[in-house]
């Protein structure tokens, strides 16, 4: 458990320490884009950022919107998960990744 705790840390260290996350979208053809955004978190479960709706990952959220200069966005995330520097639990090489509580 405490190894879970010290996971957890490091993935609030993470969001602390930036202010660009990226994001990942999908068109609706299925062609990923992913782009660098300026990001506010809160309580490291929701990520809000201003975009213009014309941005290709704007288009990619939703294809029908008015129109505005710029649109307030936000991500709920539904889990959280960091590379655990510790490797995988089964001790085979490569990244493992591991959920944490935040």
Not at 6 to 28: C, K, W, Y
Not at 82 to 87: F, N, S, T, Y
């Amino acid at each position: 458990m405490a190894e879970e705790r010290d996971l957890g840390a490091m993935a609030r260290e993470i969001v602390d320490a930036n202010l660009f996350m990226m994001l990942a979208t999908a068109d609706s053809d299925g062609r990923p884009w992913a782009s660098p955004v300026y990001f506010s978190p809160a309580d490291y479960r929701e990520f809000f950022w201003i975009s213009e709706p014309g941005a290709r990952h704007s288009r990619s959220i939703a294809a029908r919107r008015p129109p505005a200069a710029h649109r307030l966005y936000r991500a709920t995330a539904t889990g959280h998960f960091v590379l655990d520097p510790a490797g995988h639990p089964d001790g085979s090489a490569g990244d493992h990744r591991a959920p944490v509580d935040l």
